[in-house]
């Protein structure tokens, strides 16, 4: 076919007039059933390059994405086109899933996105053996490799499944950010025969900023100052989950239409807020890097980070979603030499400690694990145990195997010793990348140039679009005014305790403050740990404040507390306090039944749970029966106390339940 | 990781194919045009045809195939995900004990195994026998899986009940290594992976199965995997048979191929067929495996072997009197029952006269018999 042929083709299926030149060099390769990888920028048109050889092959072309937004709106575009395309997502319902792919079983399907966690599930192995498959596309080819800035352990079956496959079958991996190294990576794993075709990544329309700060309060009040001010709707990201609730509590206080989006969200709401953003409901989203956020919308005006990323190509990769539209964007980051300490940290903590690793290699090498069993018998986070894992298949010292439904562990018969020194050399890589990234902001040369350097796009291009090139510095101003607000704000917000559940009638309860943000945690700590006496003052007007914020319509007939596994009787008093001053009757009936450990000892919430399940026993039982009921603790961290009590008030007929507490610790491990 | 899994799968599956047919093929691509696998699908169906001598639907099978490699690709990563590995016939991987004994007739052209690979490549013995075998059966089995592992060899079972279950259980008793041969789908296992766990992670234990992935148990599966165990074994012992079934059509096989096998001396009380087979030229042996060169069974101890038969069970006379009629002349083995009004199968007297020395086989259609220079001794067997 040539390229005349196609794109009258093109013109009739997608309405467009013609190739751009790499995309019809990918296609001509795809169409003899060869392998590509194509590295073009966000907005090239990548998509067009395995959707329109899909519409002339006779089988199902299957695409492989970790980005189920992206998916979405490309099966909705497909659609529209008249073309038949199907996504298999965790978001959909099972049923839905099962009637897909039996679709594409019966050939009824010309292009079928897919998740590559997908690849484990049975029902879809089982079809891929009757399916009449024409092609194989991995999108975001980056996260097959560990030298990139999103590496996917789901990645690495898709890899293999890619070598196993047949000769002539075509193979496009595609990605917007790859660095030399990654792309070496990247086609090294994908095995020989591979043409790789690498675009230019230069976006001429962004306007890149980065604003020095020497504090959070700069940058929130130069946000609330200036957010409105920019054009059009974009993204704030965070550092950190916590930050992403901080600032869209600010911004609602401050009336900015905001709204807050993380990977601990619910799928209803994730698709709610993505449908949101494209109708520009709110001035901005706010979310965290942690979620590859794989949002089609070609207009967003600005993206702002709170916090450096961890390298280039994480910021390439975010700041990448701006502007597809070729309009300008503003790219604004925040910058405080300070804040390279939350990276630096994930660099260092990111990987666990080596006698972790070898706790779980004894363990599975003993016997076949399941992941809650072996968090039970290693004591280990469940964070943890998935890095451990990853990192222990990646060397092939264990495998995850399917036994019935459930996943296992085993170890491999003759498994090498584990490699640590891998992992020095990942920690240095991250690091030198983390100094490339302190290096963009503190450089006083082109941004744009910096950045495609970086990603070995070294084109001579001469760029005007940074504020060292051509546009103006943005420097933070603050007045008292702003200061005040701030200040008013802080006294006004609470964190939530979600803790409301099926089947026990506990409601959400509110903590006066999060344990390491602000000087609670320490005073919490002096009185519990170093002696300190009761619980100060200020903590009980900061908690009666926190509880007239939530539960100010609320009626309690009863206050109880958390009886101690140690600390004495600083709840209790702590509770009395709080009993006088709102007038509601105090029992000291809930005591414990049986010792149990201090909950601080588990590093995991299914060993926190372990450790008070039926450890509670109410004196007089029949006290409870009807009753309203605030249920008083210190420090919340999984909540397996607080549910734990609220199961078993529950039983004892208790009709609401509503945990009050000083604070709340920052990522818990809650599954 | 074998990047031609895909390949093989397609092609050591091929309905209808037997064995020797694709080995053949496989020896032409491989060792004569020195093709890969993955080059020879590659080949046009005139190569096939023209250089290949296919015949027709031979070609129309390979096409078949050819469509199912992508599907088999996915097949084949979640094998090797879930830790099975394919072993082609041209790996150097591939059993030499297996392709020795089985030759290109018999060899499956792909392995599925999980466990230590290494195992395949040491001396092995296999024990075989009922599954409801005697307690007697079964210690001598436990016997000479000890002797086996004591001498670093690997025992080979087929994971049936009785003599097999016993010769792995007392493999991994006596911290011998064993090779268990599925009669199913590898992944059709998940129980004996849970099971055999540790001693698959201790490198104890390999679990093979040459047929489809996710076949479960079936009667011909068994029947057909019961050459594989003789072919990976060296040495093969025999605990009990009785004159039908899997260890008999098993051994039958075995002797055919001009195996060595060794069987279990039953007890005179026992009435079981080990000395028909000893009879049919495997070998004696005593409790601990040592071969009894000199023991030949009786007539009458031979006769128990046929366990099923109990009417005019033939004895001493009738033996006298065969060979008394042998030495007048040439008889069929039809002429022979109805003058000596014997209650013998045809089969069964022709497989008894065979297996005397002193007779001789006169090849005629019918077969005839008569005894060897008609100088007739006393034979052993009547002392």
Known sequence: MTQQEAEIILQRTFNLSHFYDEQWITIEKILKGERVLLIEKTGFGKSLCFQFPAILFKGTTVIFSPLIALMRDQVKKLNSLGISAKCVNSEQIPEENSQIISDAKAGEVKILYIAPERQENSEWIEATRQMNLSMVVVDE???????????????????????????????????????????????????????????????????????????????????????????????????????????????????????????????????AIEAGLMQNKWKCIISTNALGMGIDKSDIRFIIHTQIPQSPIHYYQEIGRAGRDNQPAYIILFYNPEDKKLPEAFIEGGRPSISKYEKVIAAVKNEMLGERNLMRQTNLKQTQIRVIKADLIEQKIIREVTIGRSKMFEYITDAPPLNTKTFEELRASKTRDLEKMIEYAETTQSRMKYLCDYLGDSSTHSFTNCDNTGLNKIIVSINDEWRQRLQDFREDYFPVLEVKTKGTNLINGVAASYYGVSNVGIALHRSKYENGGDFPDFLLRLILKAYRKKF??????????????????LVKNFAVKVSQVLKFPISHNLIKQRVTSEQKVFENSILKSDNVKDAFTYKNPQEIRGKTILLIDDIFDSGATIKEIGKYLTNLGALKIAPLVIARTVGGDLI | MNKESAYWIALAHLPRWGYLKTNKLIIKFFHEYKLSIEDFFQLSENDWETQYGLEYKEVEDLKKAKLELVNNAFLAETLYNEGYELIPITSPLYPKTLKDNLKAAHSPALLYVKGNKQIMQEKSIAIVGSRNASDKSLEFTDNIAKLASKEYKVVVSGFAKGVDKQALDSAIKYKGQSIIVLPQGIMTFSSGFKKYYKQIVDGDVLVLSTFPPKVPWKVELAMARNPIIYGLASEIYVAESSDKGGTWSGVIDGLRKNRKIYVRKPDANENIANNLLIQQGAIAVDFDGNPLTDYKPTLSEVNKSNVKSNVNEPNENYENKIFDLLKTGEYTVKEIIKKLQLTWSEKKLRDYLKSQKEVETINKKPLRFTMKNSTVKQISLFK
């Open chain 1, 141 to 271: 080819a980056h996260c097959i490799s560990v030298w990139g800035h999103d590496f996917r352990p789901a990645f690495r079956r898709i890899i293999n499944l890619v070598n196993l496959l047949p000769k002539g079958l075509p193979v496009l991996a595609t990605t917007a950010t790859a660095t030399k190294r990654v792309e070496t990576d990247i086609a090294q794993q994908m095995g020989g025969n591979l043409t790789i075709i690498r675009g230019n990544l230069m976006r001429d329309n962004f306007r890149l900023y980065v604003i020095k700060v020497n504090s959070e309060d700069d940058k929130l009040i130069w946000l609330g100052q200036n957010i409105e001010k920019l054009p059009g709707s974009g993204i704030l990201y965070t550092g950190t989950r916590v930050d992403t609730e901080i600032y869209s509590k600010w911004f609602e206080f401050l009336k900015i239409s905001s709204v807050g989006y993380n990977a601990g969200l619910d799928a209803d709401s994730r698709i």
């Open chain 1, 552 to 569: 100010e319509q609320e009626k309690f007939d009863l206050i109880l507390y958390v009886p101690p596994t140690k600390s004495g009787e």
